[in-house]
């Protein structure tokens, strides 16, 4: 059966974040739902158990007994750039009643638009959740990319969020060696209701729309000012640098603070588009015994610790948290060669 196609403004700035209810929230929540109500999913996930860790960072725990146990099997990864492998699970062998639409961007368009036109790229449900409305952005899919940052891929991720107007919506990416399970191109998209941590981080300015970002685990955070198309190209130019040196990296783009100075006379800042990159150290490295709580990929580095066991959520503290997260950092004189590497890449243009 032909699905439907979202059409997502291509050109995105400053002035197009708002805050409220909209044609593409409504729909694709209403999709995902739908699917939910016929049994797509391999476990219900209805009653989430989610609780605010007291403390400096203020840290979201969330339990789901499900997810770790249900959901598909990682691939084997080696490298952060291996190719595609048509044998083993890709998206394009999902069942046809877990794809919600086709998604297409259009520079001609401010708004979102709904057509039957054909699509390359599609929006498909996450059959082992986290949240509800959990949801894949699926980039050409049929092309058959491995998990490697594109450019569509970030502006998909970017214009959805932005048209969405759900503040509780974040889109994540792993890249491979960074806890991703499937080697073939995707973003995850879901929603959860508590602010994270990396909304609010304080961090420092290095250079255009890239500021610093030092704790918990050191990073990169770009905000959206001028033009998606800046941001876009600002965030791909350190991601070039971070594939060029075989690098993990973990992203999420989310609502958040300001980066840079703020108006004095707002006393609530108006919310800003944070794109937020960690570079990490690789995760089939990482020295995690079989008893550790929790993995740190792309959910906890932000702030939103997931986890499959009650006895952890119940006693789980701060401190052990940052003793986790520490794992994922990347060395200290790696990053920052990164750091340095940043303004040059921006410089090269």
Request: net charge negative; glycine share 4%; with cysteine.
């Amino acid at each position: 059966m032909k699905k439907a196609c979202v059409i997502l403004p291509k050109e995105l700035s400053a002035e197009s974040v708002q805050i409220g209810s909209s044609i593409l929230s409504g729909l694709v929540d209403s999709l995902w739902q739908n699917s939910y109500s016929q049994g797509v999913l391999r476990y219900d996930i209805s009653d989430p158990c989610t609780k605010i860790l007291p403390g400096r960072h203020k840290f979201c725990l969330d339990y789901n007994a499900h997810r770790f146990s249900s959901k598909r099997s990682a691939h084997p990864i080696k490298s952060t750039s291996q190719p595609f492998d048509s044998n083993l699970f890709n998206f394009n062998k999902i069942k046809a009643e877990e794809i919600l639409c086709g998604l297409q961007l259009n520079e001609d368009v401010e708004c979102v638009n709904v057509t039957m036109d054909n699509a390359e790229s599609f929006l498909s449900v996450n059959d082992s959740p986290l949240s509800l409305h959990h949801l894949l952005i699926l980039p050409e899919s049929e092309k058959c990319h491995n998990q490697r940052l594109t450019p569509l891929a970030l502006k998909l991720g970017l214009s959805f969020l932005v048209s969405k107007q759900d503040p509780n919506t974040r889109i994540v990416f792993n890249s491979l060696r960074a806890f991703a399970s499937i080697n073939h191109l995707h973003l995850h998209a879901y929603q959860i209701e508590q602010a994270l941590p990396i909304e609010s981080a304080y961090v420092s300015h290095l250079t255009g729309c890239c500021f610093v970002l030092s704790i918990p685990v050191p990073g990169f955070v770009f905000e959206l000012q001028e033009s998606s198309s800046l941001l876009v190209e600002s965030v791909m130019k350190v991601v070039q640098v971070l594939q060029e040196r075989d690098i993990p990296y973990d992203l999420m783009i989310t609502y958040g603070d300001p980066c840079g100075d703020r108006d004095a006379t707002e006393e609530i800042p108006k919310p800003v588009i944070r794109v937020a990159l960690w570079p990490v150290h690789p995760s089939d490295e990482l020295p995690l015994p079989e008893e550790t709580p929790f993995r740190p990929a792309v959910c906890e580095l932000s702030g939103h610790i997931l986890l499959h066991d009650k006895a952890a959520y119940d006693s789980l503290t701060e401190e052990k948290i940052l003793e986790i997260l520490s794992l994922a950092a990347l060395e200290k004189d790696k990053f920052q060669e990164m750091r340095e590497a940043v303004p040059a890449a921006h410089d090269r243009g």
